[in-house]
């Protein structure tokens, strides 16, 4: 007996500002179907999620919902819930906006607290109930609750949308790359949610870069390529394809023998890059650093490691300056302690940086172009004009990246991997003493990934840029790497020269 369709789509076009994507996509959800959405940067797949979810605009053929008559949903379970990154991006800016209105208003003592994030969006507080226990207990939440949102990682953030996802328990679960940004005990936790939530009956739609996502548990794929559905049909014809076509990415990647720009940086053969002593952080009654001490060196590249939660952005925002519980603290950057008369901008001018925070503030409206360019002054926007040798370096990087067709087009129309793109570009185009990279390969597809990964492997062995290099996945970590710093609970674990195992 054939499954009950959950939604259609029938040769569909849907509209985004100027843009026509996924044109003439059919597809169709049936009951008891687990999908993963496949594809490079860039192929429709967030758009495709937001169709699914009725964010987008279908200017031809239809969406036929057919959970419209179904029971469940009727007798009050929501149909369908989404999670992304852009999610924790909206987030980010809503607290930027409301912090900035509390300053005005002199209630600096008033925070937003992670529990106000399970609020559901009719504004209603999810009653207590065995699921609801099940949801919170599944990411061992608790503590994490009476946190400010000021105070929580990238990784507790996108946890707690998972949370606030699964809280209504809908029909349809629409994971975007849900598990970038988390550590290895909550992607296995994630995992094991995915399967009792498939096994209870809910369906889910999983949109991934990485095989490995793929569990047993997905029946189907849908493979999207430059806006157009490419193929669909069962996971293990899928993986048989792609086996037989994929090429690895180093194979064509085409990246020049030399990829270091022409700026050449100055530093001491001896005086330490960072040096920390005893430095700590609170946020409220929160410790999120006890004190570390740590050193790093000439010619030393260091991988920081830790669970979601142990501090590893903070430590890195100590030292760009963007954390201004530095100044309270005994740090001392390129042979100068903080605070000794130093200008945050001489300091941002020999450092590089890319992170979630960073993606989250950039303006919209600006071009890929103009992002790469204001790295050259450390701006969130593009305000000066670049000057030739300037800009002939940036459209270098553009190649190294293979953004070339990306460059002209604002922010807001790239995918969240091209937009990762761009500000890896932004953070390596002025060549700086010291390159920080929290999370660089979060939403890039396996091509653009081993392609970054070559690329700072080859600044590596350069010797003119050092690397301060966070991330979960031992696997997304350069050739090269020297050092490794671990935290947890906000405390130095161990320190240690690399070793193929990744442990302190």
């Known amino acids: 007996m054939t499954a009950q369709p959950f939604i259609t789509m029938r040769n569909i076009t849907v509209r985004l500002r100027d843009r026509w994507l996924l044109e003439n996509t059919t597809w169709e959800i049936r009951r008891g179907e687990q999908w993963v959405v496949w594809g490079a940067n860039g192929a429709g797949k967030s758009t495709l999620a937001r169709t699914l979810m009725g964010h987008m605009p279908v200017v031809q053929g239809e969406v036929v919902r057919h959970y419209l008559d179904d029971p469940v949903v009727a007798a009050g379970r929501r149909p369908m819930a989404l999670v992304s990154s852009e999610q924790y991006h909206h987030l980010f800016q809503r607290e930027g906006l409301l912090g900035e209105m509390r300053h005005f208003s002199g ?18 507080v999810p009653a207590a109930s065995a699921h609801r226990e099940r949801v919170l207990s599944a990411f061992d939440l608790g503590v994490l609750l009476d946190k400010p949102m000021d105070a929580l990682s990238s990784g507790e953030m996108r946890k707690l949308l998972l949370v606030r996802a699964l809280l209504p328990d809908p029909c349809l679960l629409i994971l975007d790359e849900p598990f970038n940004g988390l550590d290895t005990v909550s ?32 029946s189907h794929v849908l493979h999207l390529a430059n806006g157009r559905v490419a193929w669909q049909g069962e996971k293990q014809a899928f993986l048989q394809r792609l086996a037989q076509r994929e090429i690895p990415a180093s194979a064509s990647s085409g990246l020049p023998a030399a990829t270091r720009p022409p700026f050449e940086a100055s530093a001491s053969a001896l005086e330490p890059l960072i040096l920390m002593r005893d430095v700590t952080v609170r946020f409220g009654d929160h410790l999120v ?12 590249h260091w991988a920081i490691t830790g669970p979601n939660g142990a501090g590893k952005s903070t430590l890195l925002a100590l030292v ?17 302690p903080r605070g000794s008369g130093e200008t945050l901008w001489e300091i941002k001018r020999k450092i590089g940086h890319l ?22 002054f450390d701006s969130v926007g593009l305000y000066r ?11 270098q990087w553009v190649d190294h990246l293979g953004l070339a067709d990306l460059a002209g087009r604002p922010m807001a129309q790239l995918s969240f991997g091209q937009q990762r793109l761009a500000l890896v570009a932004r953070a390596m185009v002025k060549n700086p003493r010291l390159l920080i990279l929290d999370e660089p390969c979060n939403g890039l597809d396996g091509y653009h990934r081993q392609r970054l990964l070559t690329i700072l492997s080859r600044i590596i062995r350069g010797g003119a840029t050092q690397l301060l290099y966070v991330s979960h996945r031992p696997d997304d970590l350069p050739a090269g790497i020297t050092h490794r710093l671990c935290l947890a609970a906000g405390r130095v674990t161990g320190e240690c020269l690399n070793n193929t195992d990744g442990i302190c």
């Open 107 to 124: 209630r600096l003592q008033d925070r937003t607290l992670a529990r106000d994030l399970l609020i559901l969006q009719n504004g209603t």
């Open 187 to 218: 992607r296995e936790q994630l995992e094991a949610v995915l399967r009792r939530l498939a096994e209870a009956g809910t369906q889910l739609v999983l949109i991934t870069h990485r095989l490995e996502e793929i569990g047993d548990l997905f």
């Open 289 to 300: 650093l006890d004190r570390v001490n740590w050193t790093v060196r000439p010619g030393e």
């Open 320 to 336: 760009t300056g963007d954390q201004l519980q530095a100044y309270a603290n005994e740090i001392v950057l390129f042979g100068r």
């Open 355 to 376: 992170g979630d925070v960073l993606q989250a503030r950039y303006q919209r409206q600006v071009t890929a172009f103009d992002v790469i360019c204001s790295g050259f």
């Open 385 to 395: 004009q670049c000057d030739d040798t300037q800009r002939r370096t940036a459209r």
